[in-house]
């Protein structure tokens, strides 16, 4: 049972250009969302992370809109650059942790110079 | 501050056999965990310790995958006989307590094929 589901599977942005990969969830229980960036032959990276006592955290290029009613969360990239292309992965946990998270699928970006 | 470091990087082995992989997390990170990334999708938990005891294997698959933390530091996972279809990379993570949510730190992974 996936319980968190992520897309689109793949993306194509040009640099300068907004990323945005959406990812849905049905348990209520979740409380922290964070997102995961790795880099081929590396192992995940935190990227940033959201509770849902807010609806959106800036930090930098890097933005999580979330919609608690709608039970989704979406990361932005804005002004994406050749050096952002990577897997990004959202999460989910109980607890209001990094502890037994549940990672979405993943969306490969690239993004063209 | 040294990152999490697991070995070998990369196994090639035959179904049925033995393979175990290696990992040593951050240094004081009491927390650790081990994941499987099969290709195109995202980690799913395999194990969780807290120092040397085992707080969740409820996703291990006992019947070939064994792990151990010894000494609350060092952690091997074992997998005898494997599968086909455990080829994956496996993700060893520590958990540091950075604010209220803690941040996990992965090492750069195992990656398995089964032939």
């Known amino acids: 049972q996936q319980q968190v589901k992520q897309s689109p599977q793949s993306l194509i942005v040009q640099k300068g250009g907004i990323s945005i990969i959406n990812c849905a969830y049905e348990?209520?229980?979740?409380?922290?969302f964070p997102w995961y960036q790795q880099f081929p032959g590396k192992g995940p990276a935190l990227l940033i992370a959201?509770?849902?006592?807010?609806s959106e955290k800036k930090e930098g290029r890097f933005t999580i809109s979330f919609n608690k009613s709608a039970k989704q969360f979406s990361l932005h990239i804005m002004d994406s650059q050749p050096g952002d292309s990577a897997t990004y992965f959202c999460a989910a946990s109980i607890q209001g942790g990094s502890e037994k998270l549940v990672f979405g699928k993943g969306t490969k970006l690239t993004v063209n110079p | 501050e040294a990152g999490v470091a697991q070995s070998p990087r990369y196994k090639i082995i035959e179904k049925r056999q033995s393979v175990a992989f290696w990992c040593n997390p951050i240094s004081g990170h009491a927390t650790l965990y081990w994941y499987q990334q099969i290709l195109g999708q995202g980690p799913k938990l395999l194990i969780q310790f807290q120092n040397n005891g085992v707080v969740d294997d409820s996703q291990l698959p006992k019947d070939r995958f064994s792990a151990e933390r010894l000494k609350g530091v060092d952690s091997t996972l074992k997998i005898q006989p494997a599968k086909l279809e455990d080829s994956a990379v496996y993700l060893c993570a520590s958990l540091a307590f950075r604010g209220a949510a803690g941040e996990l730190f992965f090492g750069e992974g195992s990656r398995l094929t089964v032939l």
């Open positions: 959201i509770r849902p006592d807010v």
């Open positions: 348990n209520t229980a979740f409380d922290y």
